[in-house]
């Protein structure tokens, strides 16, 4: 099955730290995703890319930026962590255009707490 | 804009019974699919059904199944025998078909719990 793998569970930072968030899927998948998940908003997509080197914004991609060098990898950063980005972060992954059996990958989520 | 709504930010369910959570959805898409997502504790988000839009017949899966309504833009997942492990939140999202920059839109989601 699928493994999309984010590199830590819990993270600390503080206000004005860059921040990176890593996530790497293992199968060949074309599309990544960002999102943010908090309570009574649902997950808001930040940023995603449909291709290595290509990424497009989501609904809310002030204050982040993203990079994917490599298929498997796409990171998430926090080029200046502010408070306002306390949240848990969720990356995805999915075949791409034409798959059949339609669906997105999960990671299991990054709590940021930045203080 | 492609919406996805969940009216019932919290719902409650005795074990063993049924409980059906709602989700409608705004798009002027005609080929598209919808998906039950469920996150328990451990945060893992784990697909619980999908419905292809051009197909009539509702999807079911053990004991979750849903109504799909296009004309109306409903998109109901409804839970049998209900169990301790299903309390979790529920989350309805929508992708268009086809396309590489698509993208799955997530309505605000739904508590379930369950009485023991």
């Known amino acids: 099955d699928v493994k999309v793998t984010q590199s830590s569970r819990y993270l600390v930072k503080r206000t004005g730290e860059k921040v990176f968030l890593e996530c790497v899927q293992d199968?060949?998948?074309?599309?990544m995703f960002w999102y943010r998940q908090d309570p009574g908003l649902g997950l808001r997509l930040i940023y995603f890319?449909?291709?290595?080197?290509?990424?497009e914004k989501g609904d809310i991609p002030e204050g982040y930026s993203v990079s994917r060098e490599k298929k498997e990898r796409f990171s998430l950063i926090l080029e200046s962590a502010s408070t306002n980005q306390t949240s848990m972060y969720l990356c995805?992954?999915?075949?791409?255009?034409?798959?059949?059996?339609?669906?997105?990958?999960f990671g299991s989520g990054t709590q940021l707490s930045v203080l | 804009a492609q919406t996805v709504t969940q009216s019932q930010p919290e719902m409650s369910v005795q074990e063993a019974e049924t409980v059906t959570l709602s989700c409608t959805y705004d798009?002027?898409?005609?080929?598209?699919?919808l998906f039950w997502y469920k996150q328990p504790p451990s945060r893992q988000m784990i697909l619980v059904i999908r419905?292809?839009?051009?197909?009539?017949q509702n999807a079911t899966e053990n004991r979750f199944s849903v109504n799909f309504q296009k004309a109306a833009k409903s998109f109901s997942l409804k839970i049998s025998d209900s169990q301790l492990g299903d309390a979790a939140m529920y989350f309805c999202?929508?992708?268009?078909?086809?396309?590489?920059?698509?993208?799955?839109?997530f309505g605000t989601g739904t508590l379930l719990a369950v009485q023991p």
């Open positions: 995805a992954s999915r075949l791409g255009l034409g798959a059949t059996n339609e669906k997105l990958f």
């Open positions: 199968m060949d998948h074309e599309n």
């Open positions: 890319s449909y291709d290595v080197k290509m990424k």
């Open positions: 798009t002027s898409e005609s080929d598209y699919y």
């Open positions: 419905q292809e839009a051009y197909k009539q």
């Open positions: 999202a929508y992708i268009p078909y086809g396309g590489a920059t698509n993208k799955l839109i």
